[in-house]
């Protein structure tokens, strides 16, 4: 869905821009209304404008967020499953488990690989095996 989002995200950018302008040019051309006495110039106080923006001006601008929101879901990627059980499960299922850091932060394979591998510590349970290994061989060279 890849031209279809980006044409409703151009579309609404574009309406998006016109209503931002027309809302511009209709502030810019209707006065503010003073009023007829000196103001008291305290910070507190400011002018402002007692009209406000015309029915067709505020229903474009909401048409055109609607538009971009609708362009931005529909060019976004699926969704994954929120509990991990089934996401390690759909990813075991697809035996596309990917090793490398790049592709974990492309948002595919298991984020915790290296919290499970424990790269920085020893592997207590290999080193206990090669050492019963090394005891065998040992006792098979004593026994000749």
């Given at each position: 869905m890849g031209f279809t989002s980006n044409l409703f995200n151009l579309v609404g950018l574009v309406l998006l821009g016109h209503a931002?302008?027309?809302?511009?040019?209709?502030?810019?051309?209707?006065?503010?209304?003073?009023?007829?006495?000196p103001p008291s110039f305290s910070p507190l106080t400011t002018p402002t404008s007692t009209t406000s923006l015309p029915t067709d001006i505020v229903l474009e601008?909401?048409?055109?967020?609607?538009?971009?929101?609708?362009?931005?879901?529909?060019?976004?990627?699926?969704?994954?499953?929120?509990?991990?059980s089934k996401w390690a499960g759909q990813l075991e299922r697809e035996e596309r488990v990917k090793k490398s850091v790049k592709e974990i932060r492309e948002g595919t394979g298991n984020p915790y690989r290296i919290l499970?591998?424990?790269?920085?510590?020893?592997?207590?349970?290999?080193?206990?095996?090669?050492?019963?290994?090394?005891?065998?061989?040992?006792?098979?060279?004593?026994?000749k």
């Open positions: 931002v302008y027309s809302a511009h040019e209709h502030s810019s051309q209707n006065p503010l209304h003073l009023p007829s006495s601008t909401l048409f055109s967020v609607l538009l971009i929101s609708t362009g931005i879901v529909l060019g976004s990627s699926s969704l994954r499953p929120i509990q991990w499970e591998e424990r790269p920085g510590f020893v592997d207590v349970r290999g080193k206990r095996k090669e050492f019963m290994e090394w005891v065998r061989k040992g006792d098979d060279l004593a026994a």
